[in-house]
């Protein structure tokens, strides 16, 4: 069965720093790989998504993830982090179209000024 | 454009108390519908998705329960609720042209007092 695991529950960074949330899956076909963010008290907003293209996926907001099949891992990075990137992060797998999402457990992002 | 609404926003019940959340979406036909649940710390938690009207799947044995009356309706419901239901609810779609990812509502959060 598929899975997911955020490296991290709590990132902390300042303003300007690279900001880098790790994310490996395991699945046993290839994945559809996604990243979402929580603001408090709101719902998920889709980031961005891998779905077997470009293995360099770029997103909303400045961030991008790289699909790394050789190490089952999909980070999520922004090189300049803002202090309106801080946020609850989200990794998902889905295996294959019309199956539910399967989450990671989230990593909280703090960025200090 | 397609939007998911939910209600209510935030809910107090007692325990015991019957419970009635809704999810409707718009400017979509036949979509998968999707029930989660997060609590503090602990991710995100499937507990129902539904395929078409009247078909419902549960992921995890407990004392809720989902129905889909019409195509782009999903209730979640309890008769009793328990302390352990507190608890932040996320209702989401996929379908459409977007068939892989899935689109979040704006959450219900509910204390089980």
């Known amino acids: 069965a598929q899975s997911v695991t955020q490296l991290g529950s709590h990132v902390s960074v300042s303003e300007g720093a690279l900001v880098l949330l790790r994310c490996n899956y395991s699945?046993?076909?290839?994945?559809?790989l996604f990243w979402y963010v929580q603001y408090p008290n709101q719902g998920l907003q889709l980031l961005l998504k891998?779905?077997?293209?470009?293995?360099l996926v770029k997103g909303i907001n400045g961030f991008e993830a790289e699909f790394k099949k050789s190490e089952t891992s999909f980070h999520l990075t922004k090189p300049s982090a803002h202090m309106s990137d801080a946020a609850e992060y989200f990794c998902?797998?889905?295996?294959?179209?019309?199956?539910?999402?399967?989450f990671g457990k989230g990593t909280t992002l703090s960025v200090s000024s | 454009s397609q939007t998911i609404h939910q209600w209510p926003a935030t809910l107090v019940q007692p325990v015991g108390s019957p419970l009635s959340l809704e999810c409707t979406v718009e400017?979509?036909?036949?979509?998968?519908l999707y029930w989660y649940r997060q609590a503090a710390g602990r991710g995100l938690q499937l507990l129902f998705y539904?395929?078409?009207?009247?078909?419902i799947s549960s992921e995890v044995p407990q004392n809720l329960s989902a129905s889909r009356p019409q195509d782009r309706q999903f209730i979640l419901s309890s008769k009793k609720l328990l302390l352990s239901d507190s608890g932040f609810y996320l209702c989401?779609?996929?379908?459409?042209?977007?068939?892989?990812?899935?689109?979040f509502g704006p959450g219900t959060r509910l204390t089980v007092l």
């Open positions: 998902a797998v889905r295996q294959q179209a019309g199956t539910a999402l399967i």
């Open positions: 891998y779905t077997s293209a470009a293995t």
């Open positions: 400017g979509t036909s036949n979509p998968n």
């Open positions: 989401a779609w996929s379908g459409g042209t977007s068939y892989n990812e899935q689109f």
């Open positions: 699945s046993s076909v290839p994945p559809y």
């Open positions: 539904s395929v078409g009207i009247g078909q």
